[in-house]
């Protein structure tokens, strides 16, 4: 294959594989960022059960949030044990929103 060939390939397949991570991302901060989620990473590991019974949802809604973060890789789940465990993005995620809180913080008393 000639030598531009393989470059614009290569460019081209960068430029997807950034495509995608970008939508994953966004994504995985929509699903993460929402209130009721945010508290259940905090929960961490825990169990269907105690998310039904500290969220007051019933089993549909809590298992739709559960699948919304599994989707986007923040949770693991153990489905048959009822189980929902932390993965190595959950750390990061939670990490970069206590970094921009920690930020927002110091940015308050100048919006005011």
Known sequence: MPEDKKNWSGKADEHFARSITRKMTLDLFRAGADPRN???LHMLPTTMACVMKELSLSKMPANRRINDLEKVGLVKRA???GEIHPTPLTKSFKGIISDIQEDVMKEIPKML
């Open 79 to 81: 489905r048959y044990r």
């Open 38 to 40: 945010y508290h259940i």
